[in-house]
Structure formats: structure tokens, C-alpha cells
């Protein structure tokens, strides 16, 4: 028997766009992306209730396992910065990309093609319908470049809630050039920002800022309301138990699961 709570799926316009979506003529393998393992196309609440619209990039290894967006590393950072500003439930998540990037040079590009850039325009369309949204945090340069895009048209210049615009979870990666400090500086403006505006939070809580790296309480387990029926418990809260497989030539296509 089922016990924790699940998603049991998006409802209204949500279910019509997850019903009607660009296939792989549109987001071609040959052009960067990861075609074969299907869209992915939110975390969250797809049902008219969010208030917080949070945007990211576009899913990776987990997430195609899951089939919900921002579940592995960066999406239990973003749990915690989320549920930092009060919302434990009403969030939607949404990808700039709907398909998996396999090459990122090859398919940033293809951030505004006239296809992609529509029918991302009329999930965002449908998150704000419902006019309950009241703040939006972009994670990265192409979520931003997405919300830009969407704010130049007729719905978006409509659009009263506030916009903060933060480094993507993962920015910090080994070797790069943004530190763990630097990220979580960065992150406590967002939340900063953001807190002074949101009127309606799940739970209504201080802010309390990031020191110099995570703490175990800011890297939460996923809740399990956000994800389909029977998913084990071990994937919403662990980290890194997908990636691309170790065989060369076959990253494209396969991955690699180890249960922890």
C-alpha cells in the first residue's frame, strides 16, 4: 500500500501541454540534445496553485529517471532555497529546455528556436493564468534568457510578480569559476530579494541566509508529493546514484544506475 503522498499528475491546461509537446523533429539529437529519453517537463504543483515559479535549465541523468525536473544535486539545493523562503508545497518548477542537453554548445543555441521558445511560452502562460504567482526565481543564464523572452510578450508584459535572477544550483562545479561561497553570497541576495515580497508563503518563517558551504538541513529530501506513485525513497534523497554511462560512444543513450 501507497502511503506517502504523490503526484497523481498535472490537471487543465497542464495536462493538454504534457498531452501536445515538441517532439524530437524539434529537438533533434544531431542538435545537442538527449531526445531519446523523452520530455520532462516539470516538478511542483501543475495544477493552479503555485506561487512560486521557479525556472532551471533543463533535466539531466535523474531527472530522466524520475520524470520530474530538478530531482538529483541541484534539485535538492534549490529544495532548500525554496523552502527558505516558506514554500514547502506550492512551487512550480519549470526547465528553460524540456529535453536533456547532451552537448551545451550545440544546443544553447537553440534556446529561442521558434518551437521551442512557443511552447515554453504557453507552460509559463498557464503557470501565471491562475494569477496566484507572486515571485519567480531563475537559476542560470538560459532561464533568465527564458524569462526575458517570455516577459517581451503580450502575457508576460502582464506578468506583477517579482523576478530574482541567481547563479544555476550546480555553479560551483569543481574547477570552475564560481566557488561554493560565491554561489551561496549570490543565493542569499536571491532570497533576500524575494523575501521582502512574497505575501502568501506555505509557512511563514525568518530567513535564515547560507553561511560558506550547505548545511545538511539546506540539502532537503525531495517531498514525495512531487513525484509519480512507488518511487523509492533512496531517489529523493541521495545524490548522484544516475549519470551518463561509462561506456564511450554510448553516453548519448544510456544510463548508469547504482542504488546506494
Not at 51 to 61: E, H, T
Not at 69 to 75: D, E, F, K, T
Not at 87 to 116: S, V
Request: glycine share 8%; proline share 9%; net charge neutral.
Amino acid at each position: 500500500m501507497i502511503t506517502d503522498p504523490f503526484d497523481a499528475g498535472p490537471t487543465g491546461a497542464f495536462k493538454t501541454l504534457c498531452q501536445n509537446y515538441p517532439d524530437d523533429t524539434v529537438f533533434r539529437d544531431a542538435d545537442g540534445f538527449r531526445a531519446l529519453w523523452g520530455p520532462i517537463f516539470y516538478r511542483g504543483r501543475a495544477n493552479g496553485t503555485a506561487r512560486l515559479l521557479v525556472i532551471g535549465q533543463d533535466p539531466a541523468q535523474t531527472e530522466a529517471v524520475t520524470r520530474r525536473i530538478l530531482s538529483g544535486q541541484a534539485g535538492r539545493r534549490v529544495q532548500g532555497f525554496v523552502e527558505k523562503l516558506g514554500y514547502t508545497k506550492r512551487y512550480l518548477m519549470l526547465n528553460a529546455f524540456l529535453y536533456g542537453i547532451y552537448n551545451q554548445n550545440m544546443a544553447l543555441p537553440h534556446l529561442n528556436d521558434p518551437d521551442i521558445q512557443a511552447y515554453r511560452h504557453q507552460w509559463l502562460e498557464a503557470a501565471f493564468a491562475p494569477g496566484k504567482i507572486e515571485a519567480v526565481v531563475t537559476f542560470g543564464n538560459p532561464a533568465f534568457a527564458a524569462w526575458t523572452a517570455f516577459r517581451a510578450t503580450p502575457a508576460g508584459q502582464t506578468v506583477t510578480a517579482v523576478h530574482h535572477r541567481a547563479l544555476h544550483p550546480t555553479a560551483d562545479k569543481p574547477g570552475g569559476p564560481i566557488t561554493r561561497k560565491e554561489l551561496l553570497e549570490n543565493w542569499n541576495v536571491a532570497l533576500q530579494s524575494l523575501h521582502a515580497d512574497i505575501q502568501h508563503p506555505d509557512v511563514a518563517k525568518p530567513l535564515v541566509p547560507y553561511g560558506d558551504d550547505f548545511t545538511p538541513e539546506e540539502l532537503p529530501e525531495i517531498p514525495s508529493r512531487d513525484f509519480p506513485a512507488g518511487l523509492p525513497a533512496w531517489m529523493r534523497g541521495t545524490d548522484f546514484w544516475a549519470g551518463m554511462s561509462p561506456t564511450p560512444g554510448t553516453q548519448r543513450a544510456n544510463i548508469s544506475i547504482e542504488v546506494p
